[in-house]
């Protein structure tokens, strides 16, 4: 290890202290040209000396290979892992992003209310899975759609034929009303065709052309009222127009007039005709007011006074009314009659429930009144108090002039 080509000249003391250890010592230097070099060291035993062996290696191929190595590993993984991509992509799409697609444009039709469409995916899985459950919930809304359509049409079906009967009632109240309405017309028909014929009775030109007049307007006022009673019991589809609220009112007094009651109902309309147009079914409104003002008329007992207010209002709808405040036409009709009890109060538009005595009424008039009004996006508001009268107030959304 001494010399000048020895150990102590190229390793320092600790170095040289391990190989006298035995252990072995390894270390790098540079060597110009060669670059960076690997020196080891390992302690052999000499005859009567200590020596070790000396091995290098020149590290500047290796990291060269190691670089150019890892190159290739980088550029071979980059490669693999596109290539693994674009077939996630391409599986992702076909196997999942299609049927998924699929999916949610049924979906989409389902909110729609379109459930006739079926969804077929050729795949075995769980979208496939999800796809047979919503072709079965959809064949079951369709059937319960169905169902719920049948039942609905029977329903509007009963409920028509309540309200006709309803009509058919007032009409057999209006009979013998009707029949009196008429004997005055056809009194002085009689009489005035009687004295035109009348030989006796020498008329002049001017007399005749007043007497046909008459005759003539007596017809048809019995025509009008044969017409109004004729519309009245014809049961026909609903039909909504824009008609004058004060129209279809005075058209239910006149048929109610007939039934002979003491009391009168006064019309009374504030505001101008063209504010009191709203969209309504007019047979069904006048359906509405009938019952109401004869329920008015059955209620006073003297000879009073009904009265009919019609008018527009702007007013908000209580909670359980879907409509936003605007523009109602608010009829109401008020009496000074014997009213109606709190406790029965609540209980007025129930079906069946009445206070009149046994073959006065149905119970169904206001039931169904009410449930005219609620169709017509409207309520009826009551106000009553025993022995002082009542006031049913009925409103009608109107739409805003353009």
């Not at 169902?147 to 009963?158: C, D, L, P």
């Not at 908000?316 to 009659?337: E, N, Y």
């Not at 009144?369 to 409207?378: L, M, P």
């Amino acid at each position: 290890m001494e010399g000048e080509d020895g150990l102590s000249s190229r390793l320092d003391a600790d170095a040289v202290a391990k190989l006298t250890r035995g252990q072995t010592v390894s270390l790098r230097k540079r060597q110009g040209e060669k670059g960076l070099v690997q020196y080891f060291f390992l302690p052999i035993e000499v005859p009567e000396a200590e020596g070790a062996i000396q091995l290098a290696e020149a590290l500047e191929d290796r990291s060269r290979y190691i670089r150019h190595a890892l190159v290739r590993e980088i550029v071979v993984g980059s490669l693999i892992v596109l290539a693994s991509g674009a077939v996630v992509i391409v599986l992702g799409v076909f196997v999942i992003g299609r049927p998924l697609s699929l999916l949610r444009a049924r979906i989409d039709r389902i909110g729609e209310g379109n459930l006739s469409e079926q969804v077929a995916l050729r795949s075995r899985d769980e979208l496939s899975a999800l796809a047979e459950g919503l072709n079965a919930m959809c064949s079951r809304l369709s059937a319960a759609r169905e169902r719920e359509h049948a039942e609905t049409q029977k329903r509007i079906s009963a409920m028509e034929q309540m309200r006709h009967m309803d009509r058919l009632t007032t009409i057999g109240r209006l009979a013998s009303g009707i029949a009196h309405e008429l004997g005055t017309p056809l009194n002085v028909i009689g009489g005035r065709a009687g004295m035109i014929s009348d030989d006796a009775i020498s008329l002049c030109s001017r007399e005749i052309q007043t007497n046909a007049d008459t005759i003539k307007s007596q017809a048809d006022r019995m025509t009008q009222i044969i017409r109004n009673l004729l519309d009245f019991a014809r049961q026909r589809p609903p039909k909504r127009i824009e008609v004058n609220g004060e129209e279809v009112v005075r058209q239910a007094v006149e048929l109610v007039s007939c039934l002979g009651y003491n009391a009168r109902v006064q019309v009374e309309s504030p505001q101008g005709r063209s504010s009191l147009v709203a969209k309504m079914d007019p047979v069904q409104m006048q359906q509405v007011m009938t019952n109401l003002i004869e329920n008015a008329l059955q209620a006073v007992l003297e000879a009073r006074d009904v009265v009919v207010t019609i008018e527009s209002a702007i007013t908000t709808p209580p909670g359980d009314i879907d409509a936003a405040a605007g523009h109602f036409l608010r009829i109401a009709v008020k009496d000074d009659g014997v009213g109606i009890a709190a406790e029965d109060l609540p209980l007025v538009f129930d079906p069946f429930f009445t206070t009149k005595d046994v073959g006065q009424g149905t119970g169904l008039g206001l039931s169904i009144t009410y449930g005219i009004v609620h169709e017509h996006g409207g309520w009826i508001d009551v106000q009553s108090k025993p022995g002082v009268g009542s006031c049913f107030t009925v409103y009608i959304p109107q739409e805003e002039s353009a």
